[in-house]
């Protein structure tokens, strides 16, 4: 016997009907004290997309019978379209005849956050991995070496081996390209913490990250027990241990 169909898989989509699509699916799952994944499953197995399309579809034919609006080649809406950075296209169907169901919702969920939290989203991200990476990265002493089997056949089987010096330098090397990343997007958030539109919280972040970081000098920058001097880095050097 099956399982009984959740009640609030109806009421979700009512919530979402009649907000003609323009709500976010976490304000849906707040409403209805239900995960935002399970909201968004039933929003893909139930086709809500095409069952708001088509109530849309069925009241624009009655409409069409008598056209409204300005006529074919008319300028009257030139300078006055949405202002910069409107999300229009993506709440009222471009993105969603073009993007994949699944981008799509992703992409309602991030159209009202603003560029300076996303930046920030992707600043946390990269850091997080840095961190990660060392766990993965670390070699233990001169003996940690590392052989592979890279092909078996007949002419013989192929190994690869990999000695500490070798997993030491392409850890550096990965580390300081993501560390450069890092500290472009840091220098970004920091030009953006200046604008008067920011949040103070906006601001107080900046200055926690460059606590944790251990320097605010604009060159050096300290992750993880490694010190890397920008303005001397060219790729070859290896950084620093700190003390």
Known sequence: MGRARDPNRDKAFEIYSENNGNIELVEIAERLGVS???????????????????????????????????????????GHGAPKG???????????????????????ELSDKQPIDILWENITLTYANLLHAQRILFVQDVEDSDTFVTSTGKAGTGYEHHTAWDKQGKALAAIARAQSELKSMIKTYDE???????????RLRIDNLKAQLGSDDEDDTVITGFTFDRSEYNGDTEPSKVD
């Open 192 to 202: 953006l913490t200046r604008s008067p539109l920011v949040t103070e919280e906006q």
């Open 36 to 78: 935002a994944g399970t909201v968004r499953g039933w929003k893909s197995k139930d086709k809500w997309e095409l069952k708001i399309k088509g109530t849309f579809q069925k009241k624009n034919t009655e409409r069409s019978k008598n056209p409204r609006g300005a006529p074919k080649g008319s300028k009257n809406a030139l």
């Open 86 to 108: 409107n999300t229009n296209a993506l709440k009222h169907g471009l993105f969603a005849k073009y993007l994949p169901q699944e981008v799509y919702e992703i992409a309602q």
